[in-house]
């Protein structure tokens, strides 16, 4: 940034009785601390965001303000008046449609830490929004409607202290003084003055807005009592914030004045900088021939109008409810799913899962790529805490786990946004005769892959996430198939159940730990459980339980490899489409490790940690003892791990039997 220091207007006066002020009628070369997308231009404008989209700007002018007077005799203290006017103008590259606004802001620092863009306006994050260790107060100028922040309309006025969720807003209007009444008047399009006055004896703050061509009206737009001493801190910077979302939208200021404890100069508005060209564009005229028809015209259009987006509205329809708004950057607009999936069709479909279908889309302002799970839920019980978790979930990141972006709630049905993964899932690709074949490498990747995601979720995020449904069809593959698991968390819907009478066991049959089937109760030990089969399946090629087996003893793989390695031949259960084409000592790892993990005893299987400890060559792979068990958890296990055989055997059978 360059700051030109000629014709400098700026004024500063510190005069004993009077607060100090300041002017800018026109900003070239104006000692402005600047960041991110604000700058000065060369004719003097200053331009909070350009064109680019999810931009932050800030101004502030460059040094702090007392705002505070100790009154007389007495220690506490209260905030000064001050009062402000300014004049800005919003220009969006399309009609109708502006993204997101600008704020004049009283803050305690020269900028807005970890602020977002979009919605936030570059002041607050989802997190510090609402926070009272803010002291930020901010007169808003919004063009967009924020349900999360109970936004009135996409062209209000509003007082914010800490928080986005005005004190107080209103409409866009001023008071015409000459007819003497209330108009309304668009925030974009055009430059309009806007006056902020705070009476700190009176403790009383008005808001007033004018087209430049009006004098001040004689009535505020807002007018709030308020003290602001609470929020106020001794010294402040004032400045403004502004950004932009989807739409390119310009944000300008053409003129400042500033005066604390007193009257702020009136701009000299002939003297503000002209805005672009581009900007505002002239409404054709209207034409006076033919009105008639084009009245009738108007009616017909109007009708099918209504009609349309009646029948939309039913369409588009979603649920949202109050609790739901903190999470409102996860929320996703059911319109925006339904147009991604092109109304979900059936071609979009990816896959069908136990939970419900998968679907591709194409958000339509992004263009982003996702996968959309449409999952039908009939109880409203519950579904509370799920969101909640949902929320949570989406804010794991690793890079073996496909990222949720957000959800979106209808009646009986909850959508969930993932990133799209272009491979589809790992049982395709062992299964299918149609996709090419993995190589061994390849094949050990993606199971150290599906290790670290999985260790990830159990012992290195925050909190302890029990996948709860580790499969082969829940393991995808992106564009450089590296294994990213999906679905986790899922199953938790289920379990906080329809209906208390069944208790339904959520899990795959093959990848189900026995103890499952008597506990119901998933841990990080039944998920190892899974893993241990899906080692297995990636190493042998083969489903963890093939009902069309040629042998019988084959039909349950985990008891088929546990033989070949009993007769110490354990690499004839390697995939045999692999032929000879791999690294004998890896694939003995993931045989015999499969086999440790896939325990019957939960006790016996390693941890998350140790098996990628194991994978990593970091630490020997136990000893297996001739009973399929390990030496030191034989200690541990007692004799229940003499039972390997039949346990594993029988596991299948009763749920064979008892079906799902
Ligand atoms: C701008 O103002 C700051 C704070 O008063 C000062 O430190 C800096 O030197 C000024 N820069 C210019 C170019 O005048
Ligand atoms: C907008 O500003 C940002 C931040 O300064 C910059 O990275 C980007 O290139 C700018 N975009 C345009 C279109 O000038
Ligand atoms: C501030 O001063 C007023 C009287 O001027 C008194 O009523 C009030 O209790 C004082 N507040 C504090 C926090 O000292
Ligand atoms: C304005 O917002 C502040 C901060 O959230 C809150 O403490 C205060 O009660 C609100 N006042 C009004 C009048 O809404
Ligand atoms: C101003 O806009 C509101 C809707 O935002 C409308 O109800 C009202 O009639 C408008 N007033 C005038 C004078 O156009
Ligand atoms: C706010 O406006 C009202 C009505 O015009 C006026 O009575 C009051 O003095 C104004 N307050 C400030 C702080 O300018």
């Not at 909640?388 to 959508?415: D, F, K, M, P, T």
């Not at 349950?556 to 546990?562: A, H, M, R, T």
């Amino acid at each position: 940034m360059i700051l030109k220091l000629f014709v400098l207007l700026l004024l500063v006066s510190f005069a004993a009785s009077d607060g100090p002020e300041f002017i800018f009628n026109g900003f070239h070369g104006a000692n402005l601390s600047l960041d991110g997308a604000a700058e000065i231009t060369p004719n003097g404008l200053l331009r909070l965001t350009n064109t680019s989209q999810q931009q932050k700007g800030h101004a502030f002018y460059p040094i702090s303000l007392p705002f505070k007077t100790s009154s007389k005799g007495n220690s506490n203290t209260t905030t000064l008046s001050f009062s402000t006017v300014f004049v800005f103008a919003i220009f969006s590259k399309y009609p109708e449609l502006s993204f997101h606004g600008l704020a004049f802001t009283i803050s305690p620092l020269k900028a807005f830490p970890g602020a977002a863009s979009a919605q936030y306006l570059g002041l607050f994050n989802d997190i510090t929004n609402g926070k009272s260790s803010n002291h930020v107060v901010a007169i808003e100028l919004d063009t967009f409607l924020n349900s999360e922040f109970d936004d009135i309309n996409n062209n209000h006025v509003g007082i914010d202290i800490n928080s986005l969720r005005s004190n107080l807003s209103a409409p866009a209007t001023f008071f015409n003084s000459e007819k003497g009444v209330l108009q309304n008047i668009s925030l974009t399009g055009q430059p309009l003055q806007i006056w902020v006055e705070y009476n700190g004896v009176e403790k009383h703050l008005n808001v007033t807005l004018s087209p430049i061509n009006m004098p001040k009206p004689k009535r505020p737009l807002l007018s709030l009592n308020i003290d602001l001493s609470p929020f106020i801190l001794d010294t402040m910077y004032v400045g403004f914030s502004s950004s932009t979302g989807a739409a390119p939208t310009y944000h300008y200021i053409l003129g400042w004045s500033f005066k604390m404890n007193g009257k702020a100069q009136e701009l000299k508005l002939s003297r503000l900088p002209r805005l672009p060209r581009d900007g505002p564009r002239k409404k054709p005229k209207v034409l006076t021939i033919g009105l008639p028809l084009i009245l009738v015209a108007v009616v017909l259009v109007s009708i099918s109008v209504a009609v349309f987006m009646i029948r939309r509205r039913i369409i588009y329809a979603e649920v949202l409810e109050d609790w739901e708004t903190k999470y409102g950057p996860h929320r996703f607009k059911y319109k925006d799913l339904y147009i991604a999936t092109k109304g979900f069709r059936e071609k979009e479909v990816l896959g069908v899962g136990g939970f419900g279908k998968v679907y591709r889309g194409v958000l339509p302002t992004s263009k982003i790529e996702v996968a959309v799970k449409r999952v039908s839920h009939e109880s409203r019980q519950g579904i509370r805490e799920f969101i909640a978790e949902i929320v949570s979930i989406g804010r794991l990141r690793h890079r073996n786990l496909v990222q949720l972006l957000g959800y979106c709630r209808r009646r009986r049905e909850l959508l969930l946004v993932y990133d799209f993964m272009p491979n589809g899932s790992l049982d395709k690709f062992l299964f299918d005769q149609t996709k090419s074949m993995l190589e061994w490498c390849q094949r050990f990747q993606i199971i150290k892959g599906v290790a670290s995601g999985l260790l990830y979720l159990h012992e290195e995020w925050e909190q302890v996430v029990v996948h709860r449904d580790v499969k082969a069809s829940n393991v995808l593959l992106d564009d450089e198939l590296n294994a990213r698991l999906g679905d986790f968390g899922l199953a938790r819907l289920y379990d906080h159940g329809s209906n208390p009478q069944t208790t339904h066991v959520v899990g795959t049959l093959g990848y189900m730990a026995p103890e499952l089937t008597r506990t119901s109760k998933a841990t990080m030990s039944t998920d190892v459980f899974a893993f241990g089969a899906v080692m297995l399946e990636v190493a042998c090629g083969r489903r963890p339980i093939e009902l069309q087996a040629s042998l019988p003893e084959e039909t349950i793989l985990v008891d088929w490899v546990s033989q070949c390695w009993r007769k110490g031949t354990i690499l004839e259960a390697s995939d045999p489409k692999l032929g000879s084409h791999y690294v004998v000592e890896e694939m003995k790892l993931v045989l015999t490790l499969g086999l440790l993990c896939s325990h019957p005893v939960s006790a016996a299987r390693p941890s998350m940690r140790q098996v990628m400890q194991i994978l990593d060559g970091d630490i020997p792979l136990p000893e297996l003892l001739a009973d399929g068990s390990n030496a030191s958890i034989l200690v541990l296990g007692g004799n229940e791990g003499l039972d390997y055989y039949s346990l594993c055997s029988s596991v299948p059978d009763s749920l064979l039997s008892g079906g799902r």
